[in-house]
């Protein structure tokens, strides 16, 4: 895709938030773990959009909302090549990146079945971590177990 049609698409909302570069698989797992799911807000999104840099990908526009970026960097779980921009009249205001946070709070499953997030009403909680080969992991704060990127489900 070239500048100008980039241009284009970034600057489709006066004023907002576009999330670019999602991996295409896992828009609407963006959207829901930002609520966009069910919301009063304009969202506009398209999934397996040309991308010179990743073949395909997922774009969210969001319109008259900006996001804190304990908000947005929950996303980095699924979407870590994702790139936040945020448009106030037409302009780029701000461009950036998200980042894993260190913890992670009420977003995701613990993989253990016994854990007493599973079986009680406890939130669950979780220390990022990486393994040795570097895949990242979810340290259960009450288990202990790890759960992976690959068994990740979102509450
Ligand atoms: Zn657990």
């Not at 991996?23 to 397996?48: C, E, H, M, W």
């Not at 448009?87 to 854990?115: A, W």
């Not at 704060?141 to 992976?148: A, D, P, V």
């Amino acid at each position: 895709m070239n500048d100008k049609r980039q241009q284009l698409i970034v600057s489709a909302i006066k004023n907002g938030t576009v999330i670019d570069h999602i991996p295409a698989k896992s828009v609407f797992q963006v959207l829901r773990i930002l609520g966009l799911d069910n919301t009063q807000k304009q969202v506009y999104f398209g999934v397996n959009l040309e991308s010179k840099k990743y073949g395909t990908k997922g774009i969210i526009k969001v319109s008259d909302h900006w996001f804190a970026s304990e908000e947005i960097n929950k996303i980095a779980l699924v979407a870590p090549t994702a790139t936040l921009i945020e448009i106030r009249d037409y302009e780029v205001t701000r461009k950036t990146g998200v980042e894993i946070p260190e913890r992670i709070e009420g977003i995701v499953k613990c993989f253990n079945p016994n854990c007493i997030t599973n079986k009680e009403d406890v939130g669950t909680k979780f220390t990022v971590i990486y393994d040795e080969h570097n895949e990242l992991k979810l340290a259960c704060h009450y288990c202990e177990k790890n759960t992976s990127r690959d068994n990740l489900v979102f509450i």
